[in-house]
C-alpha cells in the first residue's frame, strides 16, 4: 500500500485525533520555521515552542541555565522584553550557538503545538526543503503537513512550500491526498521556474513583512536547500532538535 501525502492549508482544518499514525509536517515560511532552522543550523541546541508572547516570557525565566534567549514575535514585531525577534538573520552563530531558545510567534509556534497527537512533527523551511523530503521518503509513512496560515486562514508561502513537498514525495511514491494536497502541488507546478525570491513577496505575508521593513527575511527564506538538515520536535518537554539520526 502506497504512503500518502495531505496537507492542510490552515491550521483550523486539522483535526489533532487524526495525526496519530502520521508524521506531521509542520511550515510557516514567513518566518517561524524558516528561523527556527536556521537557528539549529547556527548551533542552537534546542527552540521551546510557546502558545504565547506571555507563556514565553515567564518559561525563559524559570528554564535553569545561564544560556536561554527569549524571541519571536507579535503582529511581527520584536515584543518589548525579548532578546531577539522573529528574523532569521538575527539568530547568527554567535547570537545562538548553544543557547536555548524561547519562542512564541502569531501562526507557527500555535500550529507546531497543534500537531504534538502526531506520529512524529518535523519542522520545515525552504532552507532544509530536499533534507526534509529525503527523510520522509526514506520514512514510507502517512505525512500530513499542516500550514501555519495567515491570522487562521491559508498564506501563499506556506501553500507553496506544502506543495514542494507533496510534489517531492510524491515523485518518491506517495500518493497524494485530499484537494490541499492537490492544490498546493498545482501550486508549485504552476510556479515552476519563478525566482522563489519573487514568489515569497507576492503573498500577504510577503507584502506585509516588505511595509514593515524585513525584505531582508524574505531573501532570506528563499535560499533553498541552503542547509542540510531535519528539524524535529521532541517531547517531555516539547522542543525542535536537529535529529541526529540523520
Known amino acids: ?57 515567564l518559561l525563559g525565566k524559570v528554564i535553569p541555565g545561564e544560556r536561554v534567549l527569549v524571541c519571536g514575535e507579535r503582529d511581527g514585531l520584536k515584543p518589548a522584553g525579548y532578546d531577539l525577534g522573529n528574523g532569521p538573520g538575527e539568530f547568527s552563530s554567535a547570537r545562538v550557538r548553544g543557547c536555548v531558545l524561547v519562542m512564541a510567534t502569531t501562526n507557527g509556534t ?23 523530503v ?4 526514506t520514512a514510507q509513512t502517512a505525512v500530513t503537513i499542516i500550514c501555519a496560515g495567515e491570522k487562521g486562514g491559508p498564506s501563499w508561502e506556506d501553500t507553496l512550500l506544502a506543495g514542494h513537498i507533496a510534489e517531492g514525495l510524491r515523485s518518491s511514491g ?27 513577496r507576492q503573498g500577504a505575508g510577503g507584502q506585509r513583512l516588505l511595509r514593515q521593513g524585513f525584505g531582508d527575511d524574505i531573501d532570506h ?26
Do not use: H, W
Open 221 to 246: 527564506a528563499a535560499t533553498r536547500d541552503s542547509l542540510r538538515l531535519v528539524a524535529v520536535l521532541r517531547s517531555d518537554p516539547a522542543r525542535v532538535e536537529i535529529d541526529q539520526s540523520v
Open 134 to 137: 529525503q527523510y520522509l521518503a
Open 174 to 200: 506517495f500518493d497524494l491526498r485530499g484537494d490541499g494536497a492537490r492544490i498546493a502541488a498545482e501550486l508549485a507546478v504552476s510556479t515552476r521556474g519563478k525566482p522563489l525570491v519573487e514568489l515569497l
Open 1 to 57: 500500500m502506497r504512503s500518502e501525502v495531505d496537507v492542510c492549508l490552515q491550521p483550523g482544518l486539522v483535526d489533532p485525533g487524526s495525526l496519530g499514525g502520521s508524521i506531521a509536517v509542520v511550515v510557516d515560511v514567513l518566518r517561524a520555521t524558516t528561523t527556527m532552522c536556521q537557528a539549529l543550523g547556527n548551533g542552537a541546541s534546542a527552540i521551546v515552542p510557546c502558545g504565547s508572547v506571555e507563556e514565553a516570557s
Open 110 to 132: 500555535p500550529a507546531i503545538l497543534r500537531s504534538r497527537p502526531a506520529l512524529r512533527t518535523i519542522v520545515a523551511s525552504f532552507l532544509n526543503l530536499d533534507s526534509t
